[in-house]
């Protein structure tokens, strides 16, 4: 047996030990989660309290997934599964394939193959405040877009969100309410 032959099986041994460590900590993690869950429903039937939510706070599947994605190389739906579930949060592969296609859908990951990447960085900065592109035509027909409404409102009308009342006559809105409020606690009889 030559020197790097006998260093790989050592290297193995070692592997599998910790790879059956790792399960049986797992396993132990579900139990632990089990048990805490039917400690906690037990609680909250005695004091009618709602249960707490099922899962911690944390990032979502759907996040940790696009984590693995982060390499070159591409993964496996089993490897982020895996990688997912060594981490101390349990999944399966069917259930990581799932949202892989819905990931695909959106674009943000790809498949080639069996192995699946990451296609780009979702741009949050986009939403109702984010410029839209506009139509790029040099000749041709106009895009069907007419002139500006005017931007001074009618006497009388109210906007439409476009101005935010300050905090100060805000509070004097709230102020008087609650004057008018105070009003009719001492003008009822009862």
């Known amino acids: 047996m030559t020197r790097s032959t006998h260093a790989i099986s050592i290297l193995s041994a070692e592997r599998d030990a910790l790879a059956v460590r790792i399960d049986a900590m797992q396993a132990d993690l579900k139990e632990a989660k089990s048990n805490l869950r039917s400690l906690e429903e037990a609680i909250a039937q005695l004091t009618g309290a709602p249960a707490p939510p099922l899962r911690s706070e944390g990032p979502t599947l759907k996040e940790l997934i696009l984590e693995q994605l982060d390499g070159l190389e591409g993964k496996t739906p089993l490897e982020i599964a895996n990688a997912i579930s060594a981490a101390g949060r349990e999944t399966s592969n069917t259930s990581v394939s799932s949202i892989l296609s819905r990931l695909r859908a959106d674009g943000l990951a790809d498949k080639d193959?069996?192995?699946?990447?990451?296609?780009?960085?979702?741009?949050?900065?986009?939403?109702?405040?984010?410029?839209?592109?506009?139509?790029?035509?040099?000749?041709?027909?106009?895009?069907?877009?007419?002139?500006?409404?005017?931007?001074?409102?009618?006497?009388?009308?109210?906007?439409?969100?476009?101005?935010?009342?300050?905090?100060?006559?805000?509070?004097?809105?709230?102020?008087?309410l609650l004057g008018s409020f105070a009003k009719l606690d001492k003008d009822t009889p009862f």
Request: charged share 30%.
């Open 113 to 176: 193959g069996d192995r699946w990447t990451r296609t780009e960085i979702p741009d949050f900065t986009k939403g109702s405040d984010a410029p839209t592109p506009e139509p790029f035509v040099e000749t041709g027909p106009a895009t069907g877009r007419e002139k500006a409404l005017p931007t001074d409102s009618p006497e009388g009308s109210i906007p439409s969100g476009s101005t935010r009342a300050s905090a100060r006559s805000l509070d004097k809105e709230m102020l008087a």
